[in-house]
């Protein structure tokens, strides 16, 4: 069985790394990666190769810094012609980017089965790209690897029919269990307690006005504690752009760090504040609370169970939902999300 592997995204390209992983250890599988080029700096994308021990993509695109509509249109066209030549069984791809919906595109054009992985997840704002994407593509894969009951309950009230549905926890979790004796600290100096803030997503990047509102909740929190900030090449451009002070900020930017370095940041802060997905489960594995500047979340058991609080881009808000959840007890459980197998089982349902 052949599979071909679609990312182009930093998360990706940790899913992919375990996923391989399971690859290799079942006999008969012969896996092809394809890299889009999406995330095409180095801090954002080779970094993450060479740390995870990851198979080294077959084809790189090199395909980036286009709109949504050209990007797709752009990693179909080379994406279709590939799959013609390689003839895989599978496609698989991985949550909500446009590397996922062009892959997933793609693989319904040549006639090629679907496997996504993170499906069913839903934020219900459509007015998010990523919500666009992932609707999209769960319409269209034969095989839906949800990592929720949730997840599969959406999909259910969208009407996909419950044969082509797969529940297999999330493969983030494998992820966190392979890797995190692995974690090295950054080469930066680090204060002894901090928060872990990442901010990179379009609503509040591209909005002067919300993203002067979130770097001010920032800078009122790192007079109390410190807030070190790997930032995102995009929210740089847009803060410089902006003239924003970085020499006179208390905020502790640091450079974007590798999949490791996040790993130790995670472990090693008191708080997470960010507008991420995925670091929201990776904050819940290592048992850190969470602050999600956003407003909605498609991970709601975490907020059900209160672990995750969505506080939105109001200063005051984020200040006084910081202060109260650096005092609350550690109270985790490791229940949700799966037994850290998920790859496994995913291959061994592509097997069958």
Known sequence: MKIVTIIGARPQFVKAAVFSHAVDRAAGVDEVVVHTGQHFDANMSQLFFDQLGMRKPKYNLGIHSLGHEEMVAAMRSRLE??????????????????????????????????????????????????????????????????????????????????????????????????????????????????????????????????????????????????????????????????????????????????????????????????????????AYFAHKYCLTLRRETEWMELVNRHYNFIVGQQPTDIIRMAEIMTEMPDLFSDDLYGDGHTAEMIVEALMR
């Open 81 to 282: 012609g590939i799959l013609s030549d390689e003839r895989p069984d599978w496609v698989v791809v991985f949550g909500d980017t446009d590397s996922t919906l062009a892959g997933a595109l793609s693989a319904k054009a040549c006639g090629v089965r679907l496997c996504h992985i993170e499906a069913g997840l839903r934020s219900f704002n459509n007015a998010m790209r990523e919500e666009y994407n992932r609707k999209e593509t769960d319409r269209i894969s034969d095989l839906l690897c949800c990592p929720t009951e949730s997840a599969i309950l959406h999909l259910r009230h969208e009407g996909i029919p419950g044969e082509r549905m797969l529940l297999t926890g999330d493969i983030m979790k494998d992820a966190t269990l392979y890797y995190r004796a692995q974690a090295v600290a950054p080469q930066v100096a680090l204060p002894e307690e901090f928060m872990l803030c990442t901010l990179h997503r379009a609503e509040n990047t591209d909005d002067p006005d919300i993203l002067r509102q979130l770097m001010k909740a920032l800078e009122i929190l790192s007079t109390k504690y410190p807030v070190v900030l790997p930032l995102h090449p995009r929210t740089r451009q847009v803060l410089t752009a902006q003239g924003f002070p970085f020499e006179q900020s208390a905020i502790r930017f640091i450079e974007p760090v590798g999949y490791l370095e996040m790993l130790y940041l995670l472990h090693h802060c008191r708080l997470v504040l960010t507008d991420s997905g995925g670091l929201q489960k990776e």
